[in-house]
């Protein structure tokens, strides 16, 4: 099978892809080449870059298309058109343990950046000016840290930042038990108290626009290492030229850049209180390699075995479904024809498999069926009438 890996992928993982038995190819390509190409591939790995349209799914799954599953080597799927993939039976996996670390170590350079006037002194100094009074910078140790979005890599800022004495606070849906982080119960809460706030709930939506910058302390400073759209850039633009909040450190934009080297614009650049940087939050040697192989290993492993873990886009396991399920386990000599005689005899019943799983005894098999019907004793008596079925229970 052939693997595209459009993003770059570490050695490591593409010599693991090749051991495997896949063959994989590291070029990358651009839009046009890639619809032309992708019906030849079994699985395309991206990372934050390549955009992957319902266009280019269609055209990759058509009758010949051989397209089934899409890695992204990170956590943000927002590149990929989910809904577009299940219609067409592409399975959408992610890898998002990676870098947690990567990302939560460059939240906190930005706060120390950000509050330490680092960049500004960096680039006089650069320029051959020395300014020290002009750079007085405000510290972390005993500020409030604000988290919007307390998942993997909230729950890691929030380590770092208690080390740094900091007070968290965060607000968040869900919960984490033994967290660093003091909940409150609405983002308003957070974004009156807090000194820092940092981003990190990823997704789609805009939360942070003019009301809410117009909530924030004048002295606090906003963190965005998520996702461009959290923040609405006009309002951060004006919030921060008119001076109502103090600076804003921004790794993700509303528009970003999709390959190396070319020009990046944004009015937000023309401000001397914001730090920059180009989306380098998971940009470390570490993350690539963990993010690599776990990308490479979720992958191989749906197609070689059709395991489901780390998908984003269908259910990870039956229980993910959503419907009630129930199950029936069958102990029958293992050979050629039986799993086409069972599903005769529950099509026969009007019965909806869910799947199947199958283990090999000595000489034997056990499967069990996971079904949408309640198991029967006419189901049963069925099932033990198939030539080589040792017992059905249930
Ligand atoms: N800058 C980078 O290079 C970089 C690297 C990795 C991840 N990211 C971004 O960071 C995001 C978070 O990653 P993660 O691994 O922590 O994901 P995660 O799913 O573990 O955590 C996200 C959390 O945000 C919460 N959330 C969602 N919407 C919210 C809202 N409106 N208000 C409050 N909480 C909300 C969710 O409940 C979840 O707990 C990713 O989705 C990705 O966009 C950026
Ligand atoms: O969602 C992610 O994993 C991050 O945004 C990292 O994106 P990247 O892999 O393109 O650096």
């Known amino acids: 099978m052939r693997i595209l890996a459009n993003d770059g992928l570490v050695d490591e993982a593409v010599n693991f892809l090749r051991r495997e038995g896949f063959s994989v190819d590291t070029e990358k390509r651009d839009y046009e080449d890639l619809l032309g190409d992708l019906p030849d591939f079994d699985a395309l790995l991206v990372r934050s870059a390549t955009k992957v349209n319902r266009e280019l799914i269609e055209a990759a799954t058509t009758k010949r298309g051989k397209l089934k599953i899409i890695g992204r080597g990170g956590v943000g799927t927002d590149n990929i058109d989910l809904q577009a993939a299940k219609e067409c039976g592409v399975v959408v996996k992610f890898a998002p343990h990676g870098n947690i670390n990567a990302t939560a170590e460059h939240v906190i350079g930005l706060m120390f950046a950000i509050a330490r006037k680092v960049p500004f002194a960096h680039h006089t100094l650069k320029s051959g000016i020395w300014h020290k009074a002009r750079f007085k910078g405000v510290e972390l140790q005993g500020k409030t840290l604000g988290l919007i979005g307390c998942g993997r890599i909230g729950q890691a800022v929030a380590n770092k930042a208690k080390d740094l004495d900091m007070k968290v606070i965060g607000f968040d849906m869900q919960r984490w038990m033994d967290s660093e982080v003091d909940y409150m119960d609405s983002m308003e809460e957070v974004l009156d108290h807090a000194d820092f706030v940092s981003i990190n709930t990823g997704g789609a939506h805009t939360l942070i626009r003019e009301p809410e910058l117009e909530r924030m302390k004048s002295s606090a400073f ?100 959503g419907i009630d399920l129930y199950t029936i386990f069958i102990t029958h000599e293992d050979k050629p024809g039986m799993f086409g005689k069972f599903g005769t005899a529950f099509g026969d019943l009007g019965v909806n498999i869910q799947e199947n799983n199958s283990r090999r005894l000595d000489g034997l098999a056990q499967t069990i069926y996971t079904i949408q019907e309640k198991p029967t004793s006419e189901m049963q008596e069925k099932l033990l009438e198939i030539d080589g079925v040792r017992r059905v229970v249930y």
Do not use: W
């Open 222 to 321: 906003l963190i965005n290492a998520s996702r461009g759209v959290n923040v609405e850039e006009d309002a951060l633009y004006y919030a921060l030229k008119n001076g109502r909040i103090a600076g804003a450190a921004l790794d993700c934009y509303e528009k970003e850049p999709k390959r190396e080297g070319e020009p990046f614009t944004s009015k937000l650049a023309e401000l001397d209180n914001i730090v920059l940087s180009a989306h380098l939050g998971a940009s470390t040697a570490n993350a690539a390699r963990k993010t690599g192989m776990e990308i490479a290993d979720v992958v191989s492993k749906y197609l070689k075995y059709g395991d489901f873990r780390q998908s984003v886009n269908v259910g990870q396991t039956v229980i993910d479904e």
